[in-house]
């Protein structure tokens, strides 16, 4: 009996102490980082909501890293004997990693705002320039120029696009190409139109003199101006008629020979009416080039140099019908309607004064008009 006693005795004891030793060994398990890791994961998310991963890459990348980082070494502690586990490593990286993202939300949010007011500010200033450009346009520009033009307008217009969908990385990138695309395009045209436009004092006194002359002698007169695109007829000094002119393709500059396609620039009368079989473009009125002065200046070009001696100056420059084409594609004659034509062939005679001049209103204004 007594030695019954004494076993129930001595496994009391060991339950007993069994159970006091898993109670302690229980309390000493060390928590998971769990909140540390739900902050941190959180962080993460924040951050990436506002596009740090774009605006503060590197600084995402880090805070990416780090959690990842955390991750990985929870998962080596929960492979070990529970009383084993060291946790400290995953909630100082946890907590790195929570201070990381907040950084790169930060510094997304300043990064995203001064792009957009980067890209704010050269889409105003790119879209006078394009105003301008369009102006530009008009005249006969060099291939080299007019694909710069035509590339800088659609990185501008993909610019564009990607701003409206709040893409500020790719909107910059895009933007940024149609500056240095349309800034060389508008340096180059606007150096070429501006010596073009170094006559314009002498288009002046032409169209002045016509009109006057017209008012004088009371007679009908025609002015061509070659940028508006336009012929005027004049009777008694007074506009009575204004038509829709073709030129021909590279009409920017004065003829200076033949085959050059520039439609010339002078004080000339009109020296024969034809229709019929008489012309190819339904009716026709030729006009006295190569007058006195262009012979001159084409003298002068072959005696420089500037002109090849094999060089001819040309002629048969006419008003004429088969117009309405839309654009300018003559060789430089000024075509128009065939009902302009009707129109224009019962108002003249030969000997009617025909004045051909770049334009009749100075680059500024055209330039400030339209961008107004």
């Known amino acids: 009996m007594r030695k019954l006693l004494k076993g129930i005795l001595i496994a009391g004891i060991i339950v007993v102490v069994g159970g006091v030793t898993s109670i302690i060994a229980i309390n000493m398990k060390p928590d998971p980082p769990v909140v540390e890791m739900d902050q941190a994961r959180l962080a993460l998310a924040a951050a990436r909501n506002i596009k740090a991963e774009t605006y503060a890459r590197e600084t995402f990348e880090q805070a990416r890293l780090l959690y990842d980082s955390a991750m990985a070494c929870w998962n080596r502690e929960n492979s070990k004997f529970f009383l084993n586990r060291d946790f400290s490593g995953v909630i100082q990286m946890a907590k790195l990693s929570e201070q990381t993202s907040a950084l790169a939300a930060e510094l ?30 008009r005249f006969p520009l060099s291939p080299r120029i007019m694909d710069r033009l035509a590339k800088g307008k659609l990185a501008l217009s993909e610019g564009q696009a ?42 002046k006194s032409w169209k ?75 009716k026709a009125l030729l006009i006295n080039y190569p007058n006195d002065e262009d012979k001159k200046q084409f003298n002068a070009e072959i005696a420089n140099g500037t002109l090849s001696k094999k060089s001819k100056i040309g002629g048969l420059i006419e008003i004429h019908g088969d117009g309405g084409k839309g654009t300018d594609w003559t060789d430089g004659c000024v075509a128009l309607t065939n009902s302009d034509m009707d129109k224009i062939y019962k108002l003249v005679q030969n000997g009617t004064p025909v004045t051909i001049i770049g334009s009749a209103v100075s680059l500024d204004v055209i330039l400030n008009d339209k961008k107004q």
Not at 224 to 250: I, R, S
Not at 258 to 268: H, Q, S
């Open 108 to 137: 997304s949010l300043k990064s995203s705002s001064t792009i957009e007011a980067t890209v704010k500010t050269k889409l105003k200033y790119l879209s006078k320039l394009v105003d301008e450009v369009n102006v530009l346009s």
């Open 162 to 203: 990607a701003f409206a969908q709040d893409m500020l990385v790719q909107s910059n990138l895009k933007v940024t190409e149609a500056e240095t695309h349309l800034e060389v395009a508008h340096k180059e045209a606007y150096k070429v139109i501006n010596n073009y436009f170094g006559h314009y004092n002498t288009w």
């Open 208 to 282: 002045e003199q016509t009109i006057r002359e017209s008012k004088q002698k009371k007679i009908t007169s025609i002015l061509v101006d070659k940028f508006a695109g336009k012929c005027y007829v004049y009777k008694n000094g007074q506009l009575t008629n204004e038509f829709d002119a073709e030129l021909g393709k590279n009409w920017i500059g004065d003829k200076r020979q033949k085959g050059d396609r520039a439609t010339p620039e002078g004080l000339y009368k009109v020296v024969d009416k034809k229709e019929g079989h008489r012309t190819k473009y339904y």
